[in-house]
């Protein structure tokens, strides 16, 4: 349903394309791995995964589950609630690997939050939490890079920045990129494997990127 959503709603605030290596699958049981840059992206990367066939079960902040109907909808489609220096925190890892063996495709944010920025220029993607790295040592799931770029354009910065942008997006309809890398095998001890899952999301950002004329900017400050 949030695929879906995200796919019919987006036209409104955006002109979404999306490309991808040859080579790039979907196979069931796969990490969806991609840089988070805006409050905008989740909706950006969804309704393009959508369009390529593929609909993740996507773990994201567990504060959402709180917020009245998205909550049900997150909890119903079997979405992975993330909760931060919690004890509960470890669970998210258990569930993710329990849907990647149903064979459900997971997404995950590398960065694990948004940078600290006021700006809605690109960067390059943040270092990565080990998150990412645990989950594939466990399941030795592949590991699909995306990068999307263009969320910044939509919503960025401070609350008021934010609402305004998003206010005022149906009228710019911004140009909005997303592009799917070739499935990986991460190698090597986690902080390897981390590496290389990060190269491998910059390297697929810089081509969406280039796709809206971006410059390749340094990485983004961790918030």
């Known amino acids: 349903m949030l695929s879906r959503l995200a796919d019919v709603l987006l036209p409104a605030v955006g002109r979404l394309t999306v490309t991808a290596d040859t080579g790039a699958a979907f196979a069931p049981g796969s990490i969806i791995v991609v840089n988070h840059t805006s409050l905008a992206d989740p909706a950006i990367v969804?309704?393009?995964?959508?369009?390529?066939?593929a609909e993740p079960a996507v773990m994201a902040a567990a504060g959402l589950w709180r917020i009245p109907l998205l909550g049900r909808a997150?909890?119903?489609?079997?979405?992975?609630?993330?909760h931060r220096n919690d004890r509960r925190a470890a669970r998210c890892l258990d569930l993710s690997a329990a849907a990647l063996g149903e064979g459900r495709m997971v997404l995950i944010y590398?960065?694990?939050r948004l940078p600290l920025r006021t700006d809605a220029a690109e960067a390059a993607p943040a270092a990565f939490r080990s998150?990412?790295?645990r989950l594939a040592e466990r399941t030795g799931a592949r590991v699909v890079p995306v990068g999307?770029?263009?969320?910044?354009?939509i919503t960025s910065g401070r609350t008021g920045r934010q609402i305004a942008g998003l206010v005022t997006a149906p009228?710019?309809?911004p140009s909005l990129h997303v592009h799917?890398?070739?499935p990986i095998t991460l190698t090597?001890?986690?902080?390897?494997?981390?590496?290389?899952?990060h190269g491998a999301v910059t390297a697929a950002w810089r081509t969406a990127a280039g796709h809206l004329g971006e410059p390749a900017a340094p990485a983004a400050r961790r918030s």
């Open 74 to 82: 997150l909890a119903r489609e079997g979405h992975i609630p993330v």
């Open 110 to 112: 590398g960065e694990g």
């Open 188 to 197: 090597g001890d986690r902080a390897a494997c981390t590496a290389q899952a």
């Open 171 to 173: 009228l710019r309809r």
């Open 148 to 153: 999307q770029a263009g969320a910044r354009r």
């Open 131 to 133: 998150g990412l790295a």
């Open 46 to 53: 969804l309704a393009a995964l959508r369009r390529l066939g």
């Open 180 to 182: 799917v890398g070739a």
